[in-house]
C-alpha cells in the first residue's frame, strides 16, 4: 500500500515563497496521478493543483492559478508543490492525495483521490 508524507510547512511571511514536498513509499510511484489539497480551520477541503501520471497534464484551483506550480520527480518518488507570492488566504493544512493506481488522469475532485498523506500546516502571517 502507497503511504505519503508531506513535508516543508512552515510559518512565512506574507509575498513569500514556500516548497512543499511529498514522499511516497511502495513501488510505482510514476503511474499515480496525483494532488495537493488544502483545509484551512473551519472550512472545507479544497483542491489547489493536480497532475496526471506522465505530468503532462496538471489543474489548478482558481485562487492559485499563476501562483502555485505542482510537479513530480519520479526518480525521487516525490510530490513538489512551489508556492510563491503568499498570503493569509492560503494558510491551512496541505495534504498530498493520489488516485488509485489503475486511473492515470489528473481530476480535480477530492473523492477520485484515495491514498493521502498526513498533512502539513502552513501558516502565512501578513
Known amino acids: 500500500q502507497m503511504e505519503l508524507v508531506e513535508s516543508g510547512g512552515r510559518l512565512v511571511q506574507a509575498g513569500d515563497s514556500l516548497r512543499l514536498s511529498c514522499t511516497s513509499s511502495g513501488p510505482a510511484f510514476a503511474t499515480y496521478a496525483m494532488a495537493w489539497f488544502r483545509q484551512a480551520a473551519g472550512q472545507t477541503r479544497e483542491f489547489v493543483a493536480s497532475i496526471s501520471w506522465i505530468g503532462e497534464t496538471k489543474y489548478y484551483g482558481d485562487s492559485v492559478k499563476g501562483r502555485f506550480t505542482i510537479s513530480k520527480d519520479d526518480r525521487k518518488r516525490t510530490l513538489y508543490l512551489q508556492m510563491n507570492d503568499l498570503n493569509s488566504d492560503d494558510t491551512a493544512v496541505y495534504y498530498c492525495?493520489?488516485?488509485?493506481?489503475?486511473?492515470?488522469?489528473?481530476?480535480?475532485?477530492?473523492?477520485?483521490?484515495?491514498?493521502w498523506g498526513q498533512g502539513t500546516q502552513v501558516t502565512v502571517s501578513s
Open positions: 492525495a493520489a488516485r488509485d493506481q489503475e486511473y492515470l488522469v489528473a481530476t480535480m475532485k477530492e473523492s477520485d483521490f484515495t491514498i
